[in-house]
C-alpha cells in the first residue's frame, strides 16, 4: 500500500515589511520615520485616496474660483464708489462703499478660511487610516470630519486671534517709539514662526483626540517639542521651498504659453489648491503621527484609525 501524506497546512501570509523589516501596513512602515517616508507616504496616500483628498480639494477649488470671482467683481465696484467719491471731495468719506469693500473682503477671508478648514479635516480623517491601510472615500472623510468642523474652526480662529494681538502690539510699538520702533518686526516675526510651527499638529489633535481648540493647542506644541520643533520647522520650510519652487516653474511655463495673466493665475490656483495643498497637510499629519508613535507608541493611533 502506498502511504497517504496529510496535504500541508497553508501558511498564513506574512504582514508586509520594508527594507528595515519594519511592518509596514499602508503607506508608511511603522517605525521611527524619515523625511524620505514621509514625502513618499504623503504621495501614497494621494494615490490611493484620490476621491478623498484630491476629489475634495477639486470641488473646493471650483467652489471657491467662483465664489471669489463673484466677491471680487462686487468688490471692485465697491472700490470704485470710495475711489470717484475721494477724487470729487477729499474730505469726505464714502462710508457705504467703504463699508461694503471691507465687507467683501470679510467674506472672502471666512470662504478661503472654511475651505482651508475642510481641506485640513479631511486630511487628517485619511491619512491617519491610510497609515494602517485603510482606504477612504470622499463620503467617509466628509462623514467623518463633521464631528470636528467646530473644534477645528475654534483652533484656526483662536491661533489667528493670537497672531493677530502680536501684530498689533508691534504696530503699536513702531507707531508709539517711531523708527526705533521697527526693530520690533524681525523679533515678531519669529515669534509667529514658533507659534505657527509649534500649533501645526493642532488640526491633527483636534480630529484624531478631539480635543476642543485650546487643548489642542497646547497639545500639539508638547507634541512638537517632544521630538524637536526645528525638526517639525526645518521639514515643513523644506516642503514648502519644493511646492514653491514647483508652481514658480509652473507659472513660468504657462506664462510662456499665453499671455493671459488671469488664466495663469487660475491654473497655478486650481494646481495649489487641489494637489499641492492636500499633500503639504498630509506631510503635516505624517509628522504628527510620527511624533505621537515616537514618544507615546502606536497603540492609541491604531485603535483610532481601526
Not at 179 to 192: A, D, E, K, R, T
Amino acid at each position: 500500500m502506498s502511504e497517504q501524506h496529510e496535504p500541508m497546512p497553508e501558511m498564513a501570509p506574512q504582514p508586509a515589511t520594508d527594507h528595515t523589516g519594519a511592518l509596514r501596513l499602508g503607506i508608511v512602515p511603522l517605525r521611527p520615520l524619515k523625511l524620505g517616508d514621509i514625502l513618499s507616504g504623503a504621495w501614497q496616500a494621494l494615490r490611493l485616496n484620490a476621491g478623498a483628498l484630491v476629489g475634495v480639494s477639486l470641488l473646493v477649488t471650483a467652489a471657491s474660483e467662483v465664489l471669489t470671482r463673484l466677491i471680487a467683481g462686487a468688490s471692485a465696484s465697491s472700490a470704485t464708489q470710495v475711489v470717484t467719491s475721494t477724487a470729487v471731495d477729499s474730505t469726505k468719506v464714502n462710508w457705504s462703499g467703504l463699508w461694503s469693500l471691507l465687507g467683501s473682503f470679510g467674506l472672502l477671508i471666512v470662504i478661503i478660511g472654511l475651505f482651508s478648514v475642510v481641506i485640513s479635516g479631511v486630511v487628517n480623517v485619511v491619512v491617519p487610516r491610510a497609515v494602517f491601510g485603510h482606504g477612504t472615500s470622499a463620503s467617509a472623510a466628509l462623514r467623518g470630519l463633521r464631528p470636528s468642523v467646530g473644534k477645528l474652526i475654534g483652533v484656526s480662529l483662536l491661533s489667528w486671534l493670537v497672531y493677530l494681538l502680536i501684530g498689533a502690539i508691534a504696530v503699536f510699538g513702531i507707531v508709539a517709539t517711531g523708527q526705533s520702533g521697527s526693530l520690533l518686526v524681525l523679533p515678531v516675526f519669529g515669534i509667529i514662526a514658533y507659534l505657527a510651527t509649534a500649533w501645526s499638529f493642532a488640526p491633527s489633535v483636534a480630529v484624531v483626540e478631539g480635543l476642543g481648540p485650546a487643548e489642542a493647542l497646547a497639545r500639539s506644541k508638547s507634541l512638537v517639542h517632544a521630538v524637536g520643533w526645528w525638526r517639525v520647522f526645518g521639514y515643513m520650510a523644506l516642503v514648502g521651498a519644493m511646492t514653491g519652487l514647483v508652481l514658480g516653474a509652473l507659472t513660468a511655463l504657462l506664462a510662456t504659453v499665453t499671455h493671459d495673466n488671469g488664466a495663469v493665475d487660475a491654473v497655478v490656483t486650481i494646481l495649489a489648491t487641489t494637489v499641492i495643498t492636500p499633500f503639504t497637510q498630509t506631510v503635516q499629519t505624517l509628522l504628527y503621527v510620527d511624533h505621537r508613535a515616537r514618544t507615546e507608541g502606536i497603540e492609541g493611533l491604531w485603535r483610532v484609525a481601526g
